[in-house]
């Protein structure tokens, strides 16, 4: 039976992928779904956070998941100053759908020519104990480098979804984009919390970075790979749902994983862009999307 | 409950160039239900954005005196009101559309001193618009009018106010609704011991639950009485509410 080894690795392997697919797609799915924010910049700073990872590694020996952890309020911070750079030249004069794409394209390009210039286009990596390792349970292998970011995709979207549904900062941020005059006679103040909302979304990027180049090695053009995928995850879930991000997550990780494993690796990056124009034509709003 | 008052005086306000309201001056005092009544266009609805914090007046007074206390109200934004105490159920509803009712009622409660009444609040709430507990998991834009006019009022009551305004509570309902809506002002009026301004054109719905009104028309206080005074005033009858 080595075709049903090979289905249930794959499939397996499938899921921990989705695991990590959900973190590199949550801040797109907030930005766009809840803030209305155009951020296609989004993958950069995932490879920006990829690089932070290394550095650290490299340098001082930390584990990619711990300086994911470190950076994820760097990571804030630098999503609020970017919300108010945006919100300054564009939300507030009511310019923001087609110049904020513009302006968040141009961001893109300086993050990824600044990697390009400080690292060159060398493939990097990082090292921990664990990585080249695997459990196995049955005839499945689960390798750690797949396992880990699996975990902590997951206990990320936990975290935002609790975030989201549980504290009153989070419902106001689901309620931001459909009427900000009316949140303020909430007593909120959309400004603040749209400026909480893109930090946090910003924030996941330092996790989702770190988990990225455990998974394998990373170069600064990297991003552009993933901006087909991530809004494959982000259309799929219904734009704005976190628990619709994990589920269409897992779906594209389990969908690649046996493209590759039947068809040959070639073809799973195809299977994001299938999956993205099958969500679009049969439910645009998603599976999840209200 | 903290005694409020609100009390604008000489308030001039408009829009750009054109001025809407000429030397409004009105008193809301604790534990009352006031009346702004007036036909469409008025400036009923800029009289309480003015108290707000929505349109800023070009003079005059608006504060809110508590416990000896007086507070100007000109210059702050309009979520300052709410922890204030100070609460508008707005024109239109505006609820969140593709929020469930309870988030939306959930999201009236963002004021810090609302936090810790929100059981307490909700179960309020819900004994006053049944509807909305057996429909808490519905899309708040999928429900009819006068649902969405309870939701609205209820969202509204979740943040502890002592001040409630209302702006046009009737407007798109069914005179049915229109009646039930506006008694169920009243009781949670006494239960709350809240202080209530509602604007209105529905004379004979508003001067139910009303101690006092005032009449505005083209930006100006026309009459003030209490409510027997104004249903007798025959200026008020023949002119204004087209009786
Ligand atoms: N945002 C606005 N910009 C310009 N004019 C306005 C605006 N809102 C209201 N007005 C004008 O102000 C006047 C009073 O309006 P409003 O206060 O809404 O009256 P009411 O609530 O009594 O119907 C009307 O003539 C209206 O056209
Ligand atoms: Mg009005």
Redesign the interface.
Known sequence: MVSLDLLLNALAAGLLLGGFYAAVSLGISMAFGLLDIVNIAHPVFVILGSYAAYIMNARFGFDPILTGVLFTPVFYVLGVVLYRIYYASFERKGAESLRGLVFFFGVLFIVEVSLLLAFGVDYRMVEARYIGESIHIGPVGLAYRLLVPFVVGVMLTGALYWFLART?YG??V??VA??A?????????PFKVKSIAFGLAIATAALAGALLIMIGPVEPALNREYIGRVFAVAVLGGMGSISGTLVAALLLGVAESLTATFSGPSWSVAVSFAVLLLALAVRPAGLFG? | MVGSRLVLRDVEAGYGAVRVLHGVSIDVNEGETVVLLGTNGNGKSTLIKCI?GIVRPERGEIALERDGERIDLIGR???DM??LGI??V?EGR??????TVE?NL??????AAA?RDIAKNLDLCFEAFPVLRSRRRQ?AGSMSGGEQQMLAIG?ALM?TPAILLVDEPSVGLAPLLVSRVITTIRDLKERYHLTVLMAEQNFNQAVKIADRGYVIVHGQIAFEGRTEDLTEHELVKKYYLGL
Do not use: C, I, W, Y
Not at chain 2, 106 to 111: D, E, K, T
């Open positions: 009153f419902r106001a689901q309620a459909q009427d005059f009316a949140l303020r006679l909430m007593g909120a103040n209200r | 707000m934004a309009p979520e709410v922890h609460t508008l707005p505006r609820l969140f559309p593709k929020l988030e959930m999201l009236g409660a963002f004021r936090r899309l969202r943040s």
